[in-house]
């Protein structure tokens, strides 16, 4: 069964300051890693998809990377800002269709 | 919008009432998922139906079923709700194969067993 961690569970950073959010999984055969934000009482928002011939994406401020033969991924947020308070979530796509997911991590980016 | 639409957004029911999670797609994606999620236990699968036409269980199946009533449409029902299924419930949906396909949530339904 795949597992998937992420590390830490929260993170409190001032304003302006670089995020590193950390995934792993324990089975590498996956077809591709998601990254999702989720705000308080709120769904699911798709921020990165990443495929597993792929090393990183992009968009904006984010970056993540994929490191498959590792079972790890990295999301890094450039310029912290309060609006990128919300939990980040890591799901994992393995050769069946359900998603395997982190427990998240919650940022606050104080101002 | 193109997406997941969920109803209701909010349920208040009592022990041992009955009730439907609706949620439909426009996506024309070949499968979709509904999930709960509780706090410290993350999001679990509950039903999935890979394609029009099945169903199938996921980690948490016990006092749920599901209906996929065509491509565009998955529901789930609660036959005798308990306080234990108090939660957020999400549904998903994704094209069925390929590495480049990634799952679209609904907003959820807040469900509320007293």
């Known amino acids: 069964k795949q597992e998937v961690t992420q590390i830490p569970a929260a993170l409190s950073v001032p304003e302006g300051e670089n995020l590193v959010l950390n995934c792993s999984f324990t089975?590498?055969?996956?077809?591709?890693l998601q990254w999702f934000r989720q705000d308080p009482g709120k769904g699911l928002t798709s921020l990165l998809l990443?495929?597993?011939?792929?090393r990183e994406q992009t968009s904006g401020r984010l970056n993540a990377s994929l490191d498959k033969s590792s079972g790890r991924s990295t999301l890094y947020i450039a310029a912290s800002q309060p609006g990128d308070s919300a939990t980040y979530l890591c799901?994992?796509?393995?050769?069946?269709?359900?998603?395997?997911f982190g427990a998240g991590t919650t940022v606050t980016v104080r101002a | 919008n193109a997406g997941v639409t969920q109803t209701p957004k909010f349920q208040v029911l009592k022990t041992g009432q009955s009730m439907t999670l609706q949620c439909a797609q426009d996506?024309?994606?070949?499968?979709m998922y509904w999930y709960r999620q509780d706090p410290g236990m993350g999001l679990r699968l509950i039903y999935y139906?890979?394609?029009?036409?099945?169903?199938d269980k996921g980690e948490v199946p016990n006092g749920y079923n599901v209906s996929r009533l065509n491509k565009r449409e998955f529901s789930l029902r609660l036959e005798s709700a308990a306080p234990s299924q108090t939660s957020v419930y999400f549904c998903?949906?994704?094209?069925?194969?390929?590495?480049?396909?990634?799952?679209?949530f609904g907003s959820g339904t807040r469900l509320t067993v007293v």
């Open positions: 998903a949906s994704s094209e069925s194969q390929g590495s480049n396909y990634g799952y679209t």
């Open positions: 089975d590498s055969a996956i077809y591709n």
């Open positions: 990443i495929q597993s011939s792929q």
């Open positions: 799901a994992v796509r393995p050769g069946d269709y359900k998603l395997s």
């Open positions: 996506m024309n994606h070949n499968s």
């Open positions: 139906s890979a394609s029009e036409g099945t169903t």
